[in-house]
């Protein structure tokens, strides 16, 4: 198993731009999540997913969209690049309901918006 | 006030230490505690998880959580430089909470061989 992937590992926009982060997870799990993590901060979530078409907001979804339409991918759509957005992103995947407090969480895309 | 907090760090020590990492948090809802260690440019693992209160061991790693304190800790036993990461202590209410985890902001941790 691959686990979950990140594509790309690093991304520079310039503001205004759109583009997609794409994650992927290969074990089957129904929930999936996108953190960001700025300098001296934890994770915070942006926005998650208990299966296939169904997403809803977290804490700092502003900017962002995602869809599901398949188990294994969740991207995460960037509408308009700020420079605020700049930051690493990482997709998150866990089993079900029963274990949804272990995480797997693939390698990070780091993002600069200039 | 955030709902999660952790001792900033960081926190550097000799090889073979005791290590003492720390978080509090105000949302007497939070059942479940994790902790996460990250390396460098790499996403987070997950180390260990207690359910309400108590203790669990797992080699050199021991989790407390005090609920009545709103208190949780990670010790490491005879700290190595491969312990060297940042770690982040997380918190959800119940299991069905899916990827809705409160993070704490991460303390970073240097052991010096």
Redesign the interface.
Known sequence: NAG?TQTPKFQVLKTGQSMTLQCAQDMNHE???W?RQDP??????IH?S?GAGITDQ?EVPNGYNVSRSTTEDFPLRLLSAAPSQTSVY?C?S?LD????????????TRLTVT | QKE?E?D?GPLSVPEGAIVSLNCTYSNSAFQ?F?WYRQYS??????LM?TYSSGNKEDGRFTAQVDKSSKYISLFIRDSQPSDSATY?C?M?PH???????T????TTLTVKP
């Open positions: 979950v929930y999936m999540s953190y001296g901060m934890g994770l915070r979530l998650y208990v977290g990482f998150a866990s309901g029963s274990s949804s407090y272990e995480q797997y969480f693939g390698p990070g | 999660v952790q900033p479940y994790m440019r790499k996403g987070p693992e997950l998880y982040l997380a959800t299991n069905t909470n899916a990827g809705k985890s993070f704490g902001d991460g």
